[in-house]
């Protein structure tokens, strides 16, 4: 469906649920404040499993190799074959597009934003990179039950995210606002009608009590933050849709300790979910969440271009962290192993200048994670997967002004997804002028 | 189905305008589009489409500078290969042609390809032409295939619309001559299917070129019919290509002896002799003391003298000796018919009393110059003791006559004397045509072919003043009277403006970049200066009048050019192309043929063959020679080298020796 077909319907619907366009000269409000989340190492299972020391050639204790890094640059084993063959990543925006107000006699309203999810995964074929697969979504995201539980003008009886599927149900899938994104707990199950419930991928999420609501409509950044929330959950099923088909193109191209055909992601792989993730590297360029100790994360910190830090496992938590404190997650599952890269020189920069943490899965090595079958192979596995990372260097992403740590080709399916998105100038006019 | 390559696309910085668009090109079609191709963009919501030429074409990364991408390269080794290529783009601009659809307005976005041939006529106006003139091939693109006719408006070519061509380029480089020579015979054949009556005057200046157009090849070992039946069969694709259109278009390439005429000056020591580099075919002229004496003569007998030579008492004496030889003058008694006699006159009369009020020695330098001119520097050109002169009969030119005059062994004033007595001549005799009703006309036009036209009509200084003023005169008026002047020169730059001016049409083959800045060429955008300065050889830009762009085309090479080994080159190009596909039975064939005409002519001396075939010595080749291929035949089996006169010679032997004897 082409843009202005889907504006055309947008001012119908403006028409009908007297929609007040959002003024289209405000600036926009990208910029979200993360807090740091600092993982208690126990929670996650966090323990250096590496313990083969290149220099002495045995096996040492964890600590010695948190001394001074692991050199990476050495010649290296050219028996092991690492190639990134895909590269994977998504982006996300939320644009408000419009108020609703409820009442006839009051200015109490509720935002409607259009939500863009865009998931891409790139093929790598001699240097070139091509669009293997792609994955673009449009939300449109308000309060609706809200709406119409607590709206007295009588277009609001009946319901606007019926009305967008029903109009544009194969374009844009409509996202209702007013349910929690936290799913619903197996105590609470008691406390909420079926219709209270919506379901998403099979995990059902509880109405939000109307009061809630109701105090949100004098702090509107709570449903823009609601919706990007939302956004983010979308996004998440869609990236884990591509990752999953992405893993099964990658099924065959990994042998054990020999060959590694990988998917690169861009973010944790934390959070996937899926099956074959010893053919998945993550490669994460933020610091928001640190699991290590003081002590190690110095170390961290300290690193030079050419060395990584040994290797630690960390316990896959499940859960979202859109839904609840990452902290509290529990881990369970499959072990995966991290460890980071200082890719360039850090000169005058901040400490996190050029470095990389990078996430496999346990089972991708020999020694599956254990510590105790830690051998040189292990070792020289992870060394050729950083130095490949290393490689990955050149060419800059600059003018991006993370080129420092952002992967070329990441920032290539970055700037695919850009291209591919509803500017948020358009968006904003989809449901015409003020 | 079209093979599309790019998209237009128009940004703030770079948007697309009625005149101009830009289009990416697609990743693996970089090299489908070059400067000079015609593209057509498709609309994709209507059937709209805009055609336009590629003037440039530009090359970007996502590198936001040149420092990002010398790091990239590990800190600027040229050598390195990251593991991935950064991405890249080219960007065509493209100068509007047309549009299938009048309208001012800019295309907004579509796809973008090669145009096709139909598609070129119709971007250039060519499908609206009433009267088409072919003036060569469109080569848009590598294929052949694709290659499109390229046809000029006959109204705006020979008039009245328009009239008047003009070449210029490099030396050697630009094939000035040889383009004109391809239109001229174009012109003829056009004229010839619309049923007009044009003639061509040709003038050579420099070298024998056109002295042999009736040749097959440099060294007229073909006739121009085996030499084109060759290029129509040939395996190149494109010379075959090139010359099926123009045979489709209906060009005859070849000059029958018939329809040539060529003249020369006579030689200053034997006025039998024309003073030329080719003898044969050449007719000699020369003007006598009575040519230049009539009262309209074309050239008067003070043309003869430079007007720097002679002061105003000089001119003075001139016209009191034109006055004395006029009819019932006083030296009208037929004493004096010859130049030997008026200088002799000169020289023992002087002191009789005509001169009054001139001074002797004005006398005496008149004489000098006369005879000095008469005895020396135009000799020749005017015999200096021949009663009667042999002129040229220019007025008798036909309909669809090629007539050559050749001025290439005489001096700059004499060349410009010929020039001068011919166009006048060829203005009066148009002139006087035009005032006849068209369908009784003996001819609608005449096209007047001159090389090196800024010695003719320099841009400034230098130059007969008069010469120049009848060329500047030839270019505005010529249009009216039907005299069409195709001029060829190195620099536009440096022919007068309002000849330039005049031409309806340009061709401009390979010229310095220098010489491209001048205002001459103005009209020609500024990205395809870059590319005309490095034109192969044999492709030209045209501008027409009726063109909204101008176009590069390439026209068939004139058969008497090809040089003996590009001749070879072809037949042993077109022989082992056929030797591949020729089944190897068929080659055994020939030599079973062979062998079954030999049966009983055991140990015939190959010498005595040679001798008794006069077909195999036509070949050109030594007895010596056809006695290694014939030993190499009747021995091995098999042909000695791979040339097409050994296959012609076996042929030759094989029914020479099946003949009942």
Redesign the interface.
């Given at each position: 469906m082409r843009l202005h077909t889907i504006a055309s319907s947008l001012r119908e619907l403006r028409k009908k649920y007297g929609i007040t366009p959002h003024a289209t000269d405000q600036p926009e409000e990208m910029i979200e404040l993360r807090p740091r989340y600092f993982v208690n190492s126990t929670v996650w299972g966090v323990r250096t499993v590496e313990c083969w020391c290149k220099r002495s050639r045995r096996n040492v204790k964890a600590e010695e190799l948190w001394q001074d890094g692991i050199y990476i640059l050495d010649e290296g084993d050219t028996s092991i074959d690492v190639r990134f063959d895909y590269f994977l990543d998504g982006t996300q925006r939320t644009t408000p597009i419009g108020n609703i107000y409820l009442r006839l006699n009051s200015f109490q309203s509720i935002p409607v934003h259009l939500g863009q999810i865009g998931v891409v995964l790139l093929k790598r074929e001699h240097r070139k990179l091509i669009r293997e697969l792609e994955c673009q979504k449009l939300l449109f995201e308000v309060a609706g039950d809200f709406a119409k539980s607590v709206g007295t003008r009588p277009e609001l009886k009946d319901d606007i995210l019926e009305q967008v599927d029903r109009w544009l149900g194969d374009t844009i899938t409509p996202v209702d606002t007013s349910f929690r994104i936290k799913r619903l707990e197996k105590n609470e199950k008691g406390n909420y009608a079926e219709s209270e419930l919506v379901s998403l991928d099979g995990i059902k999420y509880p109405r939000l009590p109307d009061d809630e609501l109701w105090n949100w409509c004098s702090d509107p950044s709570k449903f823009r933050s609601q919706a990007r929330r939302w956004t983010t959950r979308y996004r998440d099923l869609a990236e884990q849709d591509m990752y999953d088909k992405a893993l099964a193109l990658c099924e065959k191209s990994v042998r054990v300790g020999e060959e590694y055909g990988f998917v690169v992601k861009d973010g944790p792989l934390t959070h996937v979910r899926g099956g074959l993730e010893k053919s998945a590297l993550g490669v994460i360029k933020s610091f928001g969440t640190i699991f290590l100790d003081q002590h190690k994360m110095d170390k961290v910190l300290a690193l030079i271009e050419g060395y990584r830090s040994p290797v630690v496992t960390l316990r896959r938590p499940q859960g979202n962290p859109e839904e609840e404190d990452l902290t509290k997650m529990k881990s369970r599952g499959h072990n995966l192993l991290t460890w980071y890269v200082k890719i360039r020189e850090r000169g005058r920069h901040d400490p996190t200048w050029g470095l990389l943490r990078l996430e496999l899965h346990a089972d991708a090595i020999p020694c599956g994670g254990h510590s105790g079958r830690w051998s040189e192979i292990d070792s020289l596995i992870i060394d050729e997967i950083s130095r490949k990372i290393l490689e990955e260097r050149a060419p800059t992403s600059a003018p991006d002004p993370r080129w420092h740590n952002l992967l070329y080709p990441i920032h290539c399916c970055e700037e695919f997804l850009k291209a591919r998105a509803v500017p948020h100038l358009t968006a904003k006019h989809l449901v015409g002028e003020y | 189905m079209a093979h599309y390559f790019g998209r237009i696309c128009g940004i703030e910085r770079m948007p697309c305008t009625v005149n101009e668009f830009n289009f990416w090109i697609a990743?693996g079609s970089h090299d489908k589009v070059e400067v000079g191709y015609i593209v057509t963009a498709e609309g994709d919501e209507n059937d709209e489409k805009v055609f336009g030429l590629v003037t440039g074409i530009k090359f970007y990364t996502?590198?936001?500078?040149v420092l990002?991408?010398f790091?990239?390269?590990?800190f600027g080794d040229p050598r390195?290969?990251?593991?991935?290529?950064?991405?890249e783009i080219l960007i065509a601009t493209v100068s509007v042609i047309g549009s299938s659809k009048h309208g001012a307005r800019p295309m907004t976005s579509g796809k973008v390809r090669l145009s096709t041939p139909k598609e070129i006529g119709q971007a250039y106006g060519m499908d609206r032409i009433d009267k088409k003139v072919f003036c060569g091939v469109v080569a848009n693109g590598p294929d052949p295939d694709n290659w499109a006719p390229a046809f000029v408006d006959e109204k705006f070519l020979l008039g009245p619309e328009g009239a008047h061509l003009n070449i210029s380029g490099a030396s050697g480089l630009a094939t000035k001559t040889s383009a004109a020579v391809f239109l001229l015979s174009s012109v003829l054949s056009a004229a010839r299917k619309h049923r007009r009556k044009y003639a061509v005057v040709a003038f050579n200046v420099k070298g024998g070129d056109l002295l042999r157009l009736q040749n097959g090849g440099e060294d007229n070992k073909y006739t121009q019919s085996e030499l084109l039946e060759l290029l129509k069969n040939c395996s190149n694709d494109e010379t075959r290509k090139m010359v099926e259109l123009a045979n489709e278009c209906g060009i005859d390439l070849t000059f029958g002896k018939d329809h040539l005429k060529m003249f020369a000056p006579a030689k200053a020591n034997d006025i039998k002799q024309p003073n030329s580099l080719v003898k044969e075919g050449i007719k000699p002229f020369y003007w006598s003391l009575q040519d230049v004496l009539q009262v309209d003569a074309p050239v008067r007998l003070i043309d003869l003298f430079a007007s720097e030579d002679l002061d105003d008492k000089a001119w003075g004496v001139l016209a009191r000796i034109e006055e004395l030889l006029e009819e019932n003058g006083p030296w009208a008694d037929g004493s004096i018919v010859t130049f030997q006699q008026l200088i002799h006159r000169l020289a023992t009369k002087q002191s009789k009393g005509f001169w009054d009020p001139h001074h002797q020695a004005t006398v005496s330098k008149v004489t000098r110059h006369i005879r000095i001119s008469c005895e020396g520097i135009l000799r020749g050109l005017f015999a200096y003791d021949e009663e009667m002169g042999k002129d040229i009969k220019i007025e008798n030119i036909g309909a669809n006559e090629l007539w050559i005059v050749d001025i290439e062994a005489i001096n700059d004033r004499a060349k410009r004397l010929v020039f001068q007595n011919i166009t006048s001549r060829l203005a009066d005799l148009m002139e006087k045509e035009s005032i006849r009703p068209v369908e009784d006309r003996r001819l609608h036009g005449i096209v007047v072919f001159v090389d090196e036209l800024n010695k003719f009509a320099p841009s400034r200084g230098g130059g007969n003043t008069k010469m120049k003023s009848q060329i500047i005169e030839l270019a505005a008026r010529g249009r009216s009277l039907g005299i069409i002047l195709f001029g060829a020169e190195q620099f536009a730059s440096k022919i007068d403006r309002e000849i330039l001016g005049n031409a309806s049409s340009h061709l401009l083959g390979r010229t310095e970049i220098v010489e491209l800045t001048d205002k001459a060429y103005g009209w020609l955008p500024k990205d395809l200066r870059f590319i005309v300065g490095n034109l192969e050889k044999g492709r030209l830009l045209l501008r027409h009048a009726t063109y909204g762009q101008p176009i590069f085309i390439k026209f068939p090479q004139p058969l008497h050019t090809f040089s003996t080994s590009s001749i070879d080159n072809l037949l042993n190009a077109d022989l082992k192309a056929r030797q591949q596909t020729l089944p190897t039975d068929e080659k055994e064939l020939v030599f079973a043929y062979l062998k079954d005409a030999l049966k009983g002519t055991r140990k015939v001396d190959p010498r005595k063959i040679y001798n008794d075939i006069k077909d195999i010595r036509k070949l050109g080749i030594s007895a010596e020679h056809f006695g290694n291929w014939y030993r190499c035949w009747v021995t091995k089996m098999k042909f000695y080298g791979t040339g097409s006169n050994e296959r012609k010679a076996i042929n030759f032997v094989i029914a020479h020796f099946n003949k009942p004897h």
């Amino acid at each position: 469906m082409r843009l202005h077909t889907i504006a055309s319907s947008l001012r119908e619907l403006r028409k009908k649920y007297g929609i007040t366009p959002h003024a289209t000269d405000q600036p926009e409000e990208m910029i979200e404040l993360r807090p740091r989340y600092f993982v208690n190492s126990t929670v996650w299972g966090v323990r250096t499993v590496e313990c083969w020391c290149k220099r002495s050639r045995r096996n040492v204790k964890a600590e010695e190799l948190w001394q001074d890094g692991i050199y990476i640059l050495d010649e290296g084993d050219t028996s092991i074959d690492v190639r990134f063959d895909y590269f994977l990543d998504g982006t996300q925006r939320t644009t408000p597009i419009g108020n609703i107000y409820l009442r006839l006699n009051s200015f109490q309203s509720i935002p409607v934003h259009l939500g863009q999810i865009g998931v891409v995964l790139l093929k790598r074929e001699h240097r070139k990179l091509i669009r293997e697969l792609e994955c673009q979504k449009l939300l449109f995201e308000v309060a609706g039950d809200f709406a119409k539980s607590v709206g007295t003008r009588p277009e609001l009886k009946d319901d606007i995210l019926e009305q967008v599927d029903r109009w544009l149900g194969d374009t844009i899938t409509p996202v209702d606002t007013s349910f929690r994104i936290k799913r619903l707990e197996k105590n609470e199950k008691g406390n909420y009608a079926e219709s209270e419930l919506v379901s998403l991928d099979g995990i059902k999420y509880p109405r939000l009590p109307d009061d809630e609501l109701w105090n949100w409509c004098s702090d509107p950044s709570k449903f823009r933050s609601q919706a990007r929330r939302w956004t983010t959950r979308y996004r998440d099923l869609a990236e884990q849709d591509m990752y999953d088909k992405a893993l099964a193109l990658c099924e065959k191209s990994v042998r054990v300790g020999e060959e590694y055909g990988f998917v690169v992601k861009d973010g944790p792989l934390t959070h996937v979910r899926g099956g074959l993730e010893k053919s998945a590297l993550g490669v994460i360029k933020s610091f928001g969440t640190i699991f290590l100790d003081q002590h190690k994360m110095d170390k961290v910190l300290a690193l030079i271009e050419g060395y990584r830090s040994p290797v630690v496992t960390l316990r896959r938590p499940q859960g979202n962290p859109e839904e609840e404190d990452l902290t509290k997650m529990k881990s369970r599952g499959h072990n995966l192993l991290t460890w980071y890269v200082k890719i360039r020189e850090r000169g005058r920069h901040d400490p996190t200048w050029g470095l990389l943490r990078l996430e496999l899965h346990a089972d991708a090595i020999p020694c599956g994670g254990h510590s105790g079958r830690w051998s040189e192979i292990d070792s020289l596995i992870i060394d050729e997967i950083s130095r490949k990372i290393l490689e990955e260097r050149a060419p800059t992403s600059a003018p991006d002004p993370r080129w420092h740590n952002l992967l070329y080709p990441i920032h290539c399916c970055e700037e695919f997804l850009k291209a591919r998105a509803v500017p948020h100038l358009t968006a904003k006019h989809l449901v015409g002028e003020y | 189905m079209a093979h599309y390559f790019g998209r237009i696309c128009g940004i703030e910085r770079m948007p697309c305008t009625v005149n101009e668009f830009n289009f990416w090109i697609a990743r693996g079609s970089h090299d489908k589009v070059e400067v000079g191709y015609i593209v057509t963009a498709e609309g994709d919501e209507n059937d709209e489409k805009v055609f336009g030429l590629v003037t440039g074409i530009k090359f970007y990364t996502d590198a936001g500078s040149v420092l990002v991408d010398f790091l990239s390269h590990d800190f600027g080794d040229p050598r390195s290969h990251p593991p991935t290529d950064r991405q890249e783009i080219l960007i065509a601009t493209v100068s509007v042609i047309g549009s299938s659809k009048h309208g001012a307005r800019p295309m907004t976005s579509g796809k973008v390809r090669l145009s096709t041939p139909k598609e070129i006529g119709q971007a250039y106006g060519m499908d609206r032409i009433d009267k088409k003139v072919f003036c060569g091939v469109v080569a848009n693109g590598p294929d052949p295939d694709n290659w499109a006719p390229a046809f000029v408006d006959e109204k705006f070519l020979l008039g009245p619309e328009g009239a008047h061509l003009n070449i210029s380029g490099a030396s050697g480089l630009a094939t000035k001559t040889s383009a004109a020579v391809f239109l001229l015979s174009s012109v003829l054949s056009a004229a010839r299917k619309h049923r007009r009556k044009y003639a061509v005057v040709a003038f050579n200046v420099k070298g024998g070129d056109l002295l042999r157009l009736q040749n097959g090849g440099e060294d007229n070992k073909y006739t121009q019919s085996e030499l084109l039946e060759l290029l129509k069969n040939c395996s190149n694709d494109e010379t075959r290509k090139m010359v099926e259109l123009a045979n489709e278009c209906g060009i005859d390439l070849t000059f029958g002896k018939d329809h040539l005429k060529m003249f020369a000056p006579a030689k200053a020591n034997d006025i039998k002799q024309p003073n030329s580099l080719v003898k044969e075919g050449i007719k000699p002229f020369y003007w006598s003391l009575q040519d230049v004496l009539q009262v309209d003569a074309p050239v008067r007998l003070i043309d003869l003298f430079a007007s720097e030579d002679l002061d105003d008492k000089a001119w003075g004496v001139l016209a009191r000796i034109e006055e004395l030889l006029e009819e019932n003058g006083p030296w009208a008694d037929g004493s004096i018919v010859t130049f030997q006699q008026l200088i002799h006159r000169l020289a023992t009369k002087q002191s009789k009393g005509f001169w009054d009020p001139h001074h002797q020695a004005t006398v005496s330098k008149v004489t000098r110059h006369i005879r000095i001119s008469c005895e020396g520097i135009l000799r020749g050109l005017f015999a200096y003791d021949e009663e009667m002169g042999k002129d040229i009969k220019i007025e008798n030119i036909g309909a669809n006559e090629l007539w050559i005059v050749d001025i290439e062994a005489i001096n700059d004033r004499a060349k410009r004397l010929v020039f001068q007595n011919i166009t006048s001549r060829l203005a009066d005799l148009m002139e006087k045509e035009s005032i006849r009703p068209v369908e009784d006309r003996r001819l609608h036009g005449i096209v007047v072919f001159v090389d090196e036209l800024n010695k003719f009509a320099p841009s400034r200084g230098g130059g007969n003043t008069k010469m120049k003023s009848q060329i500047i005169e030839l270019a505005a008026r010529g249009r009216s009277l039907g005299i069409i002047l195709f001029g060829a020169e190195q620099f536009a730059s440096k022919i007068d403006r309002e000849i330039l001016g005049n031409a309806s049409s340009h061709l401009l083959g390979r010229t310095e970049i220098v010489e491209l800045t001048d205002k001459a060429y103005g009209w020609l955008p500024k990205d395809l200066r870059f590319i005309v300065g490095n034109l192969e050889k044999g492709r030209l830009l045209l501008r027409h009048a009726t063109y909204g762009q101008p176009i590069f085309i390439k026209f068939p090479q004139p058969l008497h050019t090809f040089s003996t080994s590009s001749i070879d080159n072809l037949l042993n190009a077109d022989l082992k192309a056929r030797q591949q596909t020729l089944p190897t039975d068929e080659k055994e064939l020939v030599f079973a043929y062979l062998k079954d005409a030999l049966k009983g002519t055991r140990k015939v001396d190959p010498r005595k063959i040679y001798n008794d075939i006069k077909d195999i010595r036509k070949l050109g080749i030594s007895a010596e020679h056809f006695g290694n291929w014939y030993r190499c035949w009747v021995t091995k089996m098999k042909f000695y080298g791979t040339g097409s006169n050994e296959r012609k010679a076996i042929n030759f032997v094989i029914a020479h020796f099946n003949k009942p004897h």
